[in-house]
């Protein structure tokens, strides 16, 4: 085995090949779950990567700042441009194979979309998603090595860590009382701070704990793992929902869904506690495993290429069920709406994704060891002149041709593919145009729309003036049903419209998805005074389908109505089985997806 593959300290190899294995588990929404139910994935599995990281980093005062800064950009952004390219252009092939002509287009401005995903969010793009963490930790790093320099010998690890600690306090009261398009040019600082922490409780328990931890006997080691357990149970009673403890979405700060401001830190503390001592048992007994130290050795590969390996997965699902055998519940359209699909022909099968997350990058992984190894050997015999020219020769070649792949893709497509967004047509509506919701509650409005068309008559050309579709979330709060509207979707012609709800993006969703009782989709031909109308008293909303999380929702719809002499409705209720006989909960869920085809449209 190569020196890249081993590490000497089997306990911290251990620990970081168990957090990323639960990185692919979360995201097939736990299939496996070890202890999940009780100590989340999502409380604490992020800062347990910073806590390793902290854990062995050495900077100090003596530190040359820029020597590190070198090192970091080598070790995690490089990999991480190169991880984000590959992965984009892999992306592209699945897109391309399994939705062919309908392959949707980059848009014009997508490089300056992606650059700002990076510096805020962190992932450029979904399959990406993990990666967020990479830009994150790399600027805490720089952050703490930069605080640690200049304090220099006024740094006291405990004091710093409580001040750590109200800083991590502070992000989490900012993100759940503040805008979140507010707090989004500043994501990434507020990141570092809810991060440093736990980067000096890495230190601080290297330093102080270690020795200690190590001496306890087994049975108390156990003892302790149990009370962790109890701890978090406890926890959880005083919270309205068990998944409480957990922080979701830390990429954009949002879902910090329990009432208290310190429940992050208490949620990373007990995990990270929990899964140390677990290690701490276990390390001696499989550290020699070479697969453990492959893995712990690539995480970083697997963090990057996990969900791109879903997707393989699915489309080799996808082929055998078209050209082979149909597969039993696996549904391909679903498959081409969402990067998060999993089959759902029974609980066990996500197993398979697992398997697919953690092995197929793995195997990538040896794969390019394999190729890439005689060209390692021959460029390490030559002289030090030589390899300082090839390495510029090889730099300004990839470069050059990353440059022109996304230039071809990016032209290509944007040349070719046909409209399919309001601003592909290049309808405009005035800047000072507002959107508002009715005094009623009926139907979102938009005010001073433009001032040429106030005509009564109804519009039989659809490339005057839009009807306006939205996606009506009714849910239960305090007793009352309350109503929920996604954005206005301006729509032209029949077809198929697809609405994406993230928990993610409002504050008010975690109420929404928790109390949902079921949906409707309302098609407006008229917004507010506007004497305009769209002409949609025929039109039928058809082929509703529904996905949670990956999950098909079994929809059962009522049939369009027409609401005035404008506007057309449907609602729909949603089950969890095909017998229609268990309603579908919504309460944990991350996102739904709601598809839905136009017929009638007057054009």
Known sequence: MSEQRTKSNKKFMLLSAIGIFMVVDSHTFTALNFFGDIIPYNSFFMPMFVFISGYFNKVDSSTNLWAYFKKKVKTLLVPYVGISLAVFCLQQLINLYKLGSDMPAIPAGYLEFVLDRVVTEGAPFPLLTPMWFVITLFAALMVYAILKKFLGKFWNSIVMFVIFCGLNMLVVYLAKNIDPEALHPFLLPLKVLFFLPFLELGRIYKNHIEGKHEAIPGGAKIGLMFGMLVVNVIRTSYMTNAYDVASDSLDDLSRFISPYIVTPLISAFVGITFWLTFVDLIGKQVGESRFVNFMSCNTFWIMGFHILFFNILNCLLMTISLHIVELPYFDVESFKQTEWYF??????????????????????????????????????????????????????????????????????????????????????????????????????????????????????????????????????????????YTELEEVYCDGKYTVTIKRSDDRELPAVFDGLSYMAIKLLGQLGDDKTVMDISNTEIKDISVMCDGVTVTVVDNGTVSLNDTDRYIYFDCYATEDKTETFDFKNANEIVVSYTLYGIIG
């Open 343 to 484: 089959w759902e022909i029974s609980s066990n099968i996500k197993v398979l994704y697992v398997l697919a997350g953690v092995l197929g990058p793995l195997a990538f992984k040896w794969i390019f060891e394999k190729i890439s190894a005689p060209v390692k050997k021959l460029f390490s015999s030559l002289p030090e002149k030589s390899k300082r020219i090839l390495s510029i020769v090889w730099y300004v070649i990839v470069g050059v041709l990353i440059v022109w792949l996304l230039v071809v893709l990016i032209k290509s497509k944007i040349n070719t593919a046909e409209p399919e967004t309001l601003d592909e047509y290049e309808y405009e509506i005035e800047d000072n145009d507002t959107q508002s919701v009715s005094e009623d509650g009926d139907q979102p409005i938009i005010d001073n729309r433009q001032d040429d068309k106030t005509d009564d008559t109804v519009l039989s050309d659809p490339s005057s003036i839009p009807a306006y579709a939205l996606v009506d979330l009714i849910y239960e709060q305090n007793g009352e049903a309350q109503d929920y």
